[in-house]
């Protein structure tokens, strides 16, 4: 006869181990002998290595009772179950490592890989890191909120990194940062102009009038309109835009007379 701790050693096991199998019902807990001692058998030997076994092949412990007592054809419907079920865990973690990989870069943090890739061109062009993290902020929100329509967005967006007057925009910004503050006022205005150019040409070929097609939550333009606004730049631009003409941010539109 053994003690707890032999036939924890005999199995491969951990006493701890023995017994917490003990408290969920999968090996017996013996009687006490005439020493106040349990002591196991043989037969607790084998039920053990045999408990031991199927968990470490990945079976749940709450279905490892109704594995020992199964005929074969029930044992073998059961296992290819457990089977197909290990197989989409499997599935499930590999997704995750993919994602978690892609985290590495930081942008990829709740954002499509479309907005990915439109930020690393943003970059590529000279962006400053402070803007990038800002378009990545706003994108994730828009991709919350219009899941459907980012790819849309996005190879708009990126039609526009081929204009050189975006370019010139986004570098005008990057400067605007480095300046000093008696700088700052020149390159808002110039940043004003270029804008200005941009909104004339999209009112003209229709492409403002789709705005409202495309985000028509206007309590969600406004959240946007509030994340922009935080930046100094964009208040200075929005009241220079105004001044020529235009209003809004995120949804722009010609300012009434």
């Known amino acids: 006869m053994l003690t707890i701790g032999q036939l924890a050693s005999y199995a491969g096991v951990t006493i701890r181990t023995v017994r917490h199998y003990h ?5 017996p807990e013996p009687g006490r002998d005439f020493s106040g001692y349990r002591s196991y058998d043989a037969e607790a030997v084998v039920r053990l290595i ?10 749940p412990l709450s279905r490892v009772q109704e594995l020992l007592d199964a005929d074969p054809e029930t ?11 290990l197989r989409q865990q499997i599935r499930t973690l590999q997704e ?3 994602r978690i990989a892609r985290l590495a870069s930081g942008d990829t943090l709740a954002v499509p890989a479309e907005v990915v890739a439109y930020l690393d061109q943003v970059r590529a062009i000279g962006a400053p890191d402070v803007l990038v993290d800002a378009e990545r902020d706003a994108w994730i929100l828009v991709a919350a909120r219009y899941p459907e329509q980012i790819p849309a967005f996005m190879a708009d967006k990126v039609e526009q990194l081929r204009d050189p007057r975006v370019v010139r925009f986004y ?5 605007a940062l480095d300046a000093g503050e008696g700088a700052q006022e020149g390159l808002a205005r110039e940043m004003a102009d270029v804008l200005v150019q941009l909104f004339e040409e999209a009112a003209a070929s229709g492409q403002l009038d789709q705005q ?3 985000m028509d939550d206007s309590a969600f333009v406004q959240l946007l309109d509030s994340m922009a606004e935080a930046h100094p730049t964009v208040q200075r631009l ?3 835009l105004a001044e020529r003409g235009w209003i809004g941010w995120t949804r722009i539109e010609r300012r009434p007379d």
């Open 171 to 175: 570098r005008l910004i990057s400067d």
């Open 212 to 214: 409202d097609l495309d």
């Open 23 to 27: 408290q969920v019902g999968l090996l």
């Open 238 to 240: 929005r009241v220079l």
């Open 50 to 59: 045999r408990i031991r076994t199927l968990a470490e092949a990945g079976v």
């Open 96 to 98: 995750h490592r993919r």
């Open 75 to 85: 044992f073998a419907r059961e296992t290819a179950e457990i089977d197909r079920d």
